[in-house]
């Protein structure tokens, strides 16, 4: 009933307390994110400041609502998740995924983030329709979307979780590991800078990258009819 009466009070008015008191109830608005993501953001190792669209769009967002921005890099999905539950963040950018949206409410995807492979510079494996194969062992972050991806739809490579991206370039070189599995920004990062690596030309999955709030909050139709504006003025495609 509370989080219907807020919708209410929300439609009626326009940006700014109305929305700010709904979405951001301790007068700054705290967003959390993937900080480890590039498709999300980007965090300078010298100062900490964030950059990317998870700055843009927090920004844009608190300037509408007449609020200060508070961003902080989270090192893995769980603790995006608990952050909204326990109310100690208002929104999150994460992935949408199914299991996820149990704890969680969804807005509308503002970005498509590819995933594909990573492989050894020698390998055999030319596209993502090689790798589903008997015998292919494939490599992911537990937890995170192309994983709880590949975990459901794999029929015949062997899924395993070596841990750290160090260990899996480790276990990579040595021919334990034939592809690892991750957004497409990430990848071409350690390619760049890894010549015992490529990535493949091709996607196994388009990531639809959201902004999460806390389940059966009001704040969601808020974070909606902002994320139209934004792809209306040409915000997301910019960030």
Same mark, same amino acid.
Do not use: C
């Given at each position: 009933? !509370?989080? =219907?009466?807020?919708?209410?009070?929300? *439609? *009626?008015? &326009?940006? +700014?307390?109305? %929305?700010? *008191? /709904? !979405?951001?109830?301790?007068?700054?608005?705290?967003?959390?994110?993937? +900080? +480890?993501?590039?498709?999300?953001?980007?965090?300078?190792?010298?100062?900490?400041?964030?950059?990317?669209?998870?700055?843009?769009?927090?920004?844009?967002?608190?300037?509408?609502?007449?609020?200060?921005?508070?961003?902080?890099?989270? &090192? +893995?999905?769980?603790?995006?998740?608990?952050?909204? =539950?326990?109310?100690?963040?208002?929104?999150?950018?994460?992935?949408?995924?199914?299991?996820?949206?149990?704890?969680?409410?969804? @807005?509308?995807?503002?970005?498509?983030?590819? @995933?594909?492979?990573?492989?050894?510079?020698?390998?055999?494996?030319?596209?993502? =329709?090689?790798?589903?194969?008997?015998?292919?062992? /494939?490599?992911?972050?537990?937890?995170?979307?192309?994983?709880?991806?590949?975990?459901?739809?794999? =029929?015949?490579?062997?899924?395993?979780?070596?841990?750290?991206?160090? %260990? /899996?370039?480790?276990?990579?070189?040595?021919?334990? !590991?034939?592809?690892?599995?991750?957004?497409?920004?990430?990848?071409?990062?350690?390619?760049?800078?890894?010549?015992?690596?490529?990535?493949?030309?091709?996607?196994?999955?388009?990531?639809? %990258? @959201?902004?999460?709030?806390?389940?059966?909050?009001?704040?969601?139709?808020?974070?909606?009819?902002?994320?139209?504006?934004?792809?209306?003025?040409?915000?997301?495609?910019? *960030?």
């Amino acid at each position: 009933h !509370i989080a =219907k009466l807020a919708l209410v009070f929300v *439609a *009626a008015a &326009g940006w +700014g307390m109305g %929305q700010s *008191a /709904v !979405i951001a109830p301790t007068g700054t608005l705290r967003v959390v994110f993937l +900080g +480890g993501n590039p498709t999300q953001g980007r965090v300078d190792a010298k100062t900490g400041a964030v950059s990317g669209p998870v700055r843009d769009l927090s920004d844009a967002l608190g300037r509408k609502l007449g609020v200060p921005v508070n961003i902080t890099p989270l &090192g +893995g999905v769980p603790p995006i998740l608990e952050a909204l =539950k326990n109310h100690t963040a208002d929104i999150g950018f994460v992935a949408v995924d199914p299991t996820r949206a149990v704890e969680v409410d969804f @807005s509308q995807p503002y970005l498509l983030g590819w @995933s594909t492979y990573l492989v050894p510079k020698a390998s055999a494996l030319r596209s993502v =329709k090689d790798v589903d194969r008997a015998g292919i062992r /494939v490599a992911a972050n537990a937890g995170d979307s192309p994983d709880l991806f590949l975990s459901r739809n794999l =029929k015949a490579a062997m899924l395993l979780h070596p841990g750290p991206l160090d %260990q /899996v370039l480790k276990a990579m070189a040595a021919g334990e !590991i034939d592809a690892y599995a991750t957004n497409r920004q990430r990848l071409l990062q350690v390619a760049a800078t890894d010549a015992r690596f490529r990535v493949l030309d091709d996607n196994f999955f388009a990531v639809e %990258q @959201s902004i999460a709030v806390s389940k059966g909050s009001a704040a969601l139709e808020i974070v909606n009819r902002f994320l139209d504006e934004a792809k209306t003025s040409g915000l997301v495609r910019s *960030a």
